[in-house]
């Protein structure tokens, strides 16, 4: 796999953060919004719906629907839901961290950015909370993401013509997992995310005119 070779430490945090972001992800939009596919490594495939960083509806091949919420998470059955906790809760929201990171969000949504070693780097987000960003040595690739509820290593990227996407990375307590990201900056209505109990007016997941899709062989992209 080539990728550019890159002095890193000439260039001002500012600038770093914007030519990793032009680097791996070249002009994607709402890349908060995005629909995904995650294998875990027990071989489950969960269908994730996104909106990032923090409400994820996850649909597994092994019969399970989780919603996780503004740090509380849920197991969905048979109209009920039912908060999880202990295990449980860390796994959900170590589903939403390998989804956040993986769509680079701690860069996108960064309101600031500081230069802490040769390749490491600190990214102020809204919320006030910081992420640690660490760069592969000599290049624009992300080796790992750290925030506030764990560490997410980049194990493999996907190369496209003009993209980098995250394609293979590990968090605990997951493991290492496969990502495939489906469709950005889709429109996600609230629904999505409510829980059984709250009505709302239900309404299609719609996609705009700008998305993606990726698999192993092809990448497609429409802005």
């Known amino acids: 796999m080539l990728f550019r070779s890159v002095d890193v430490s000439s260039l001002a945090p500012d600038a770093m953060l914007a030519a990793v972001l032009t680097e791996c992800h070249a002009g994607l939009r709402g890349m908060d919004q995005v629909l995904l596919q995650v294998t875990l490594p027990t071989g489950t495939v969960a269908q994730v719906q996104g909106r990032l960083p923090d409400r994820l509806r996850v649909q597994s091949t092994d019969g399970s629907t989780l919603l996780l919420r ?13 908060a999880l ?12 961290l390998l989804c956040d990171a993986a769509a680079l969000g701690p860069l996108h949504r960064a309101t600031g950015v500081e230069r802490t070693g040769p390749v490491a780097f600190a990214l102020a987000q809204p919320d006030g909370s910081k992420w ?38 590990e968090t605990a307590p ?15 209505d609230d629904q999505a995310f409510a829980l059984p109990n709250e009505t709302r007016d239900r309404k299609s997941t719609r996609l705009n005119s700008s998305h993606l899709v990726i698999s192993y062989a092809v990448f497609c992209l429409k802005k």
């Open 85 to 96: 906790q202990g295990e449980d809760l860390a796994r959900a929201k170590a589903i939403a």
């Open 174 to 188: 997951l493991g290492a997992c496969t990502v495939q990201f489906v469709s950005n900056d889709v429109a996600i």
């Open 70 to 82: 503004d740090g509380v998470a849920y197991a969905l059955r048979d109209g009920t839901a039912v």
């Open 132 to 169: 640690a960003l660490y760069l592969q040595p000599s290049t624009l690739l992300i080796d790992r993401l750290r925030g506030p509820l764990g560490e997410v290593r980049v194990l493999e990227h996907l190369h496209t013509a003009t993209t980098w996407m995250v394609r293979r990375a």
